[in-house]
T-cell receptor
Framework: NAGVMQNPRHLVRRRGQEARLRCSPMKGHSHVYWYRQLPEEGLKFMVY????????ESGMPKERFSAEFPKEGPSILRIQQVVRGDSAAYFC???????????FGNGTRLTVT | GIQVEQSPPDLILQEGANSTLRCNFSDSVNNLQWFHQNPWGQLINLFYIPSGTKQNGRLSATTVATERYSLLYISSSQTTDSGVYFCALDYGGATNKLIFGTGTLLAVQP
């Protein structure tokens, strides 16, 4: 049973470019969460999605960031016009229900130059 | 909002030693989980334990929800146990929207 799959593992973008991070949840999991890990801030919740629905995006910056989990295909975290402060590890996680063990992918390390 | 404190912040052990990591929280919780982030950055779920006691091999965890703390026990530690241990709690909505503690950095020396 494959775990949570994230790609790419590493992503380098120049300031002003767009970053797209992909996540396929574990088989049988319909609840997807994105977290960001900054060295000085630790792991922070960003957004919670189910298929075709954003359930809670209270942790996501209001501008430049968006997330989706379409009916078909992986969940996408999109960052437009990246800035150096966006450099971080972005983790996707999934669970079977909204209150069951949470399983993380290996993360995408975004570096903005 | 809910506060999560972990102790100790860091810990050095000799291989074979036992340890106890603590997580204190400021409000009632419906969802408490322990995670291990290994030196390669992977986050592994160790326990889903909003209350009670669970064991998995050399690891066990106990949450006393009424007293607002959880403990993670590591017995006969191995070098592969090194990394950061996080406890994480729900924000009050009983979902996996979690607030993470600052972690305990564990180094197990051979």
């Amino acid at each position: 049973n494959a775990g949570v799959m994230q790609n790419p593992r590493h992503l380098v973008r120049r300031r002003g470019q767009e970053a797209r991070l992909r996540c396929s949840p574990m088989k049988g999991h319909s609840h997807v969460y994105w977290y960001r890990q900054l060295p000085e801030e630790g792991l922070k919740f960003m957004v919670y999605l189910q298929k075709e629905n954003i359930i809670d995006e209270s942790g996501m910056p209001k501008e430049r960031f968006s997330a989706e989990f379409p009916k078909e295909g992986p969940s996408i975290l999109r960052i437009q016009q990246v800035v150096r402060g966006d450099s971080a590890a972005y983790f996707c996680a999934s669970s079977r229900t909204d209150n069951s063990p949470l399983h993380f992918g290996n993360g995408t390390r975004l570096t903005v130059t | 909002g809910i506060q999560v404190e972990q102790s100790p912040p860091d810990l050095i052990l000799q291989e074979g030693a036992n340890s106890t990591l603590r997580c204190n929280f400021s409000d009632s919780v419906n969802n408490l989980q322990w995670f291990h982030q290994n030196p390669w950055g992977q986050l592994i779920n160790l326990f889903y334990i909003p209350s009670g006691t669970k064991q998995n091999g050399r690891l066990s965890a106990t949450t006393v929800a009424t007293e607002r703390y959880s403990l993670l026990y590591i017995s006969s530690s191995q070098t592969t146990d090194s990394g950061v241990y996080f406890c994480a709690l729900d924000y009050g909505g009983a979902t996996n929207k979690l607030i993470f503690g600052t972690g305990t950095l564990l180094a197990v020396q051979p």
